[in-house]
């Protein structure tokens, strides 16, 4: 589809909704959002740039491989935090038990696990959307 | 006031089968429809009004939370500091059916 008003307007939208995903994710233990529906809103950025331009544009972006790396580099990133968690000395998965350096409550860099957890988190759901996409796609072909 | 209903009922079924025409099997589905939605219904009406402070839920567990949640995780989002850190594991689990969603949908539409 060549539409002028919706690739100008995507261009012009897509980096606002890229920013707002990653402050969704950063300020996980902060305000409301987290891992979750932060990789949801950055991978709906990626799609949007897929559906205005066209598949190759969406493509260029992110590769397969480059979103497969990232989807399984997300769940081995929480996969090997939990075990830092072991090896500082703790249980799987702990946070402060673990020696986690909590920080000042309410500040950005706070949280111990929980800020690297909901990053990795971020990160894979949001190359989990974009897989999903560019997968249905391709498979009428 | 039930043989009004059971009246009008009687009436709307016959009324639909014959004057409209509708399939049997339809009208069957309807009306097992009608009858969950009726039995839900009481069970809804059953539950308890929400934010009360007698309520089964608000016992010692989210006591524990919201007293000395931001002391033990640093975090000052309560429900961040439940799901990634009190349910970490659970959350583990959470992105392993995400993985393995995505897994067998690459599986069986990769176009090759």
């Known amino acids: ?141 | 006031m039930i043989y009004i209903l059971v009246i009008f009922i009687v009436i709307v079924t016959l009324f639909l089968r014959f004057i409209i025409g509708v399939d049997p099997k339809t009208l069957f589905t309807f009306y097992l429809l009608g009858l969950i939605i009726f039995l839900f219904s009481f069970t809804v009406a059953e539950m308890p009004p929400f934010g009360n402070p007698d309520n089964p839920t608000f016992n010692e567990v989210p006591r524990r939370y919201l007293e000395s949640g931001v002391a033990e995780t640093g975090a000052v989002n309560i429900v961040s500091s439940v799901i990634i850190d009190y349910r970490a594991f659970d959350t583990l689990g959470e992105a392993t059916v995400l993985f393995v969603a995505i897994a067998a949908v690459v599986a069986t539409l990769k176009s090759h």
């Not at chain 1, 305000?31 to 950025?45: E, K, V, Y």
């Not at chain 1, 990133?77 to 909590?102: C, E, W």
């Open chain 1, 1 to 141: 589809m060549e539409d002028q008003i919706v690739r100008i307007t995507s261009r012009l939208v897509t980096p606002f909704i890229q920013v707002y995903g990653i402050y969704v994710i950063l300020h996980g233990h902060l305000s409301p959002g987290g891992g979750f529906s932060g990789g949801a809103i950055f991978g709906a950025s990626l799609v949007l740039v897929a559906l205005s331009f066209n598949l190759e544009a969406g493509v260029k972006q992110i590769s397969h491989q480059t979103a497969s790396i990232l989807e399984s580099g997300g769940a081995l990133g929480y996969l090997l935090t939990g075990m830092a968690a072991i090896i500082i000395g703790g249980n799987y998965l702990a946070n402060r038990s673990a020696g986690f350096p909590l920080g000042q409550a309410g500040e950005l860099f706070s949280g111990g696990a929980i800020l690297i957890i909901t990053v990795f988190v971020g990160i894979k759901v949001a190359s989990t959307i974009v897989t999903l996409f560019y997968n249905i796609i391709e498979g009428e072909e």
